[in-house]
T-cell receptor
Framework: GAVVSQHPSRVICKSGTSVKIECRSL??????MFWYRQFPKQSLMLMAT?????????EQGVEKDKFLINHASLTLSTLTVTSAHPEDSSFYIC?????????????FGPGTRLTVL | RKEVEQDPGPFNVPEGATVAFNCTYS??????FFWYRQDCRKEPKLLMS???SGNEDGRFTAQLNRASQYISLLIRDSKLSDSATYLC??????????FGDGTTLTVKP
């Protein structure tokens, strides 16, 4: 299947710093990427939809000024957690939408585990 | 009511058992359906798409009932490696996916 990479896989930072997470589709072009957050023993919660060349669409309750999304190319979307706080500690997962195959399918990156001290 | 609801877990079964998961969705405009599996502390991986006519992939069978708005996943001859959380995923439009909370399966020797 298609491959989506995410970097970094794990990050530990101090409260108040900003963290950038990259999501890349390696073998297909993704006009749409999605950012999810997953807390322990909970389901994935969609944070925002990232569209190449336009502004991201945020889900209700997600602060767009805190979670900055940039989708500058067809293979790269970035999520920046600004002024991170301990409650932002979570597993952040991106997915990229592949519309080139028989089925409109999402492929997930391996996730980034963020720990804010 | 949640948009996507799954059987509460966990399911604990012996090797070789047959186990079935159900998932209901509330939006009748839902267009596509998937089962993903997620191992502990890993990202979800696509297990199989769910087609209207039902589809089978080895030991796994998925079915869709649009009238009743539910999908199912049947696993035959369970293996230890099948232990994971199974996520029901529904797409309504523009590829935006809604995930169920997942059902945890533990297959024991």
């Amino acid at each position: 299947g298609a491959v989506v990479s995410q970097h970094p896989s794990r990050v530990i930072c101090k409260s108040g710093t900003s963290v950038k997470i990259e999501c890349r589709s390696l073998d297909f072009q993704a006009t749409t990427m999605f950012w999810y957050r997953q807390f322990p023993k909970q389901s994935l919660m969609l944070m925002a939809t990232s569209n190449e060349g336009s502004k991201a669409t945020y889900e209700q309750g997600v602060e767009k000024d805190k979670f900055l999304i940039n989708h500058a190319s067809l293979t790269l979307s970035t999520l920046t957690v600004t002024s991170a706080h301990p409650e932002d500690s979570s597993f952040y997962i991106c997915s990229a939408r592949d519309r080139g195959g028989m089925r409109d399918t999402q492929y997930f990156g391996p996730g980034t585990r963020l720990t804010v001290l | 009511r949640k948009e996507v609801e799954q059987d509460p877990g966990p399911f604990n079964v012996p090797e070789g058992a047959t186990v079935a998961f159900n998932c209901t969705y509330s939006n009748s405009a839902s267009q596509s359906f998937f089962w993903y599996r997620q191992d502990c502390r890993k990202e979800p991986k696509l297990l199989m798409s769910v087609y209207s006519s039902g589809n089978e992939d080895g030991r796994f069978t998925a079915q869709l009932n649009r009238a009743s708005q539910y999908i199912s996943l049947l696993i035959r001859d369970s293996k230890l490696s099948d232990s994971a959380t199974y996520l029901c995923v529904v797409n309504i439009n523009a590829g935006k996916s809604t995930f169920g909370d997942g059902t945890t399966l533990t297959v024991k020797p």
